[in-house]
């Protein structure tokens, strides 16, 4: 599942730049929606982000939320064709090995987020597109207000509302876009997890 995604050997920057060029090269062949690529649609989303003044680890976030729809991009047709339905999921666990759940939880949740959205947010709703709106209805819809306490119990429930928000607003083409993919070097070393240069030691012990 992971061939091709970059591995972490113990060098934050050596990492980030290795992530940046495999997002670049395995992002911007795949289509998004409105005529962008996946690429642009990650950039876009953490232009909003920094916009908004978030927080360094939400600007990566947005920048890397749809990592497991090139993962399953570049599995062939069968694992493209799943994407709709589970690569938050697979993003979420690759994100998982390098990244703190500040970043990989609200990657998992931020579609189960929407369907928050939906329920509360009366604009939300409003401006979804068709398209959308179907793809909300196979996740379940609304969220009843028992599911809803459980997921705002979850420590990282507000960062994937306002990750869910981000990923709509950036579907399409966002007017001055000032960040450029090497914008986000330093954020994403700055990032990493601890545990990962554990793992680096353990597997050389």
Avoid at 147 to 169: I, N, Y
Wanted: charged fraction near 25%.
């Amino acid at each position: 599942m992971y061939a091709n995604a970059p591995e972490y050997a113990g060098d934050p920057l050596r990492f980030s730049d290795r992530l940046l060029a495999w997002l670049t090269e395995a992002g911007e062949p795949v289509a998004a929606e409105h005529g962008l690529s996946l690429l642009d649609h990650s950039l876009q989303t953490a232009e909003l982000a920094r916009r908004e003044n978030a927080p360094n680890h939400e600007v990566v976030t947005a920048l890397l939320h749809d990592t497991g729809k090139i993962l399953l991009e570049h599995q062939g047709p069968d694992a493209a064709s799943a994407a709709p339905r589970c690569s938050e999921k697979i993003g979420a666990a690759w994100l998982a090995r390098y990244f703190p759940p500040a970043i990989s939880e609200p990657v998992r949740l931020h579609q189960i987020a929407k369907r928050w959205l939906f329920a509360l947010d009366k604009g939300y709703r409003d401006r979804l597109s068709d398209e959308a709106f179907r793809a909300l209805a196979e996740l379940g819809g609304p969220m009843g207000e028992k599911e809803r306490q459980q997921f705002e119990r979850h420590e990282s429930w507000s960062a994937a509302v306002a990750l869910a928000r981000r990923d709509d607003m950036s579907r399409m083409p966002l007017a001055n876009r000032r960040s450029g993919i090497q914008d986000y070097r330093q954020a994403v070393a700055n990032c990493l997890s601890p545990q990962s240069s554990m793992q680096i030691s353990s597997r050389v012990a």
